[in-house]
């Protein structure tokens, strides 16, 4: 895009609580080809390795999606949420998976949070310290209209056993009436970061805490939302940092733009502008967002600009700002045959969520939302 266009789409929003000034993330003209429908036209990866961490057969479940990684004292852990054919079944759980080899290899599934009468759960993610390993489980009650959740967690010293569950508290001391987002965004501080989607429905509001643990003591950020009814027209978002400070929120656009939307903050997530229109192409699905070691800035996700979820692209920004670099994780050409159908099983990769650790990024997702697989990209 542009500086001229780029202005237009600036002028278009107003702000709410801060105001939106250029730092708002775009994709420079040229880096991708939305016409080349398996690979974008970006060069592959040779060092790239996927791993299959969980493949469905007759025996178990079928439906995987959520798929979040996390390391805590030497080894890997990997959640997702679990289900015998369809997506948000009555019976659906979440599950995980441990290696101790940094993600080459990993142990025969687990039972992490199960279904009960009065609720599914699904995956939360996953927030480690150095001594402890606090694994967030989102809670959907039967029956609640307009759908919506609550938040809960268990954590473990040892990585082993779990403590029994608790709920996400606010600041206030009244339980979180929301559904936290997979990947919480800690600062150099004791300062947390996070979204969650709000009662009633799912209307997504960035929140932060001081609670080290992740636990207690959250707030709501500033922030207008666009409202559609039972839920906001942004969902899902993931966060990174730009060089001086500022937060970038990146959300899923409800409104079928098939681009990505971005919010800023300043102060830490304490006030946020209203979020607009990137020309960053989308599936309209949940990314993943994050800063390497360097502070280079990257986006996971399927930029296609339709519902297509293949191929699987990570983007990277020097400044936070002008996404300049792009690399092809899994194209449309490696994609496997989906081997049992279900409700809202979509084909590609879903829903990726990612992690940076010794010297890696680790890309985790759903493969036609049956197989949990994780792509590790050497730095």
């Known amino acids: 895009m542009n500086r001229i266009a780029l202005i237009i789409v600036l002028l278009t929003a107003t702000a ?27 060069p592959s990866c040779p060092e790239a390795k996927t791993v299959t961490i969980f493949s469905p057969s007759d025996s178990t479940h079928h439906y995987s999606n959520g798929v979040v990684m996390t390391a805590f004292k030497g080894t890997f852990y990997c959640m997702w949420q679990s289900s015998q054919i369809d997506e948000d079944a009555p019976e659906t759980s979440v599950m995980y998976s441990r290696s101790t080899d940094e993600g080459l290899t990993w142990t025969k599934p687990t039972l992490l949070a199960a279904a009960t009468d009065s609720c599914y759960f699904t995956s939360g993610g996953w927030l480690a310290t150095a001594d402890t390993l606090v694994a967030y489980l989102n809670c959907w009650p039967r029956g609640l209209q307009p759908a919506g959740g609550y938040t809960y967690y268990i954590y473990t010293t040892d990585g082993s056993r779990w403590s029994s569950y608790l709920p996400v508290m606010m600041s206030d001391g009244q339980p979180m009436r929301g559904i936290i987002e997979q990947d919480p965004y ?22 932060y805490t001081d609670d080290p643990t992740g636990t207690s003591g959250w707030q709501r950020g500033c922030f207008k939302a666009h409202d559609r009814g039972s839920q906001s027209r942004e969902l899902e978002p993931s966060i990174y940092r730009q060089p001086d400070g500022t937060l970038v929120m990146v959300f899923r656009d409800q409104n079928s733009s098939y681009r ?32 390497l070691p360097d502070g280079t800035a990257y986006l996971v996700g399927n930029p296609t600009g339709t519902k297509r979820r293949y191929p699987l692209v990570v983007l990277f920004s020097a400044d936070g700002i002008c996404f300049d670099r792009a690399l092809l994780l899994r194209s449309g050409n490696s994609l496997q045959p989906q081997r049992y159908p279900g409700k809202a099983k979509t084909l590609g990769y879903s829903y990726p969520k990612s992690m940076v650790h010794n010297g890696r990024l680790y890309v985790s997702y759903a493969t036609n939302k049956e197989d949990v697989e994780c792509t590790i990209i050497p730095l």
């Open 16 to 42: 709410f609580c801060a105001e939106a000034d250029d730092r708002i993330p775009q994709l420079k003209e040229g880096i991708i080809d939305t016409t080349q429908h398996t690979t974008l036209g970006l």
């Open 186 to 207: 800690p600062l150099a501080d004791v300062r947390i970061i996070g979204a969650a989607h709000f009662q009633p429905g799912l209307h997504v509001c960035p929140v």
């Open 260 to 291: 990505k939307m971005a919010s800023l903050s300043g102060d830490g997530g304490e006030t946020w502008t209203e979020p607009v229109l990137t020309n960053i192409p989308d599936a309209r699905v949940k990314q993943s967002a994050g800063n």
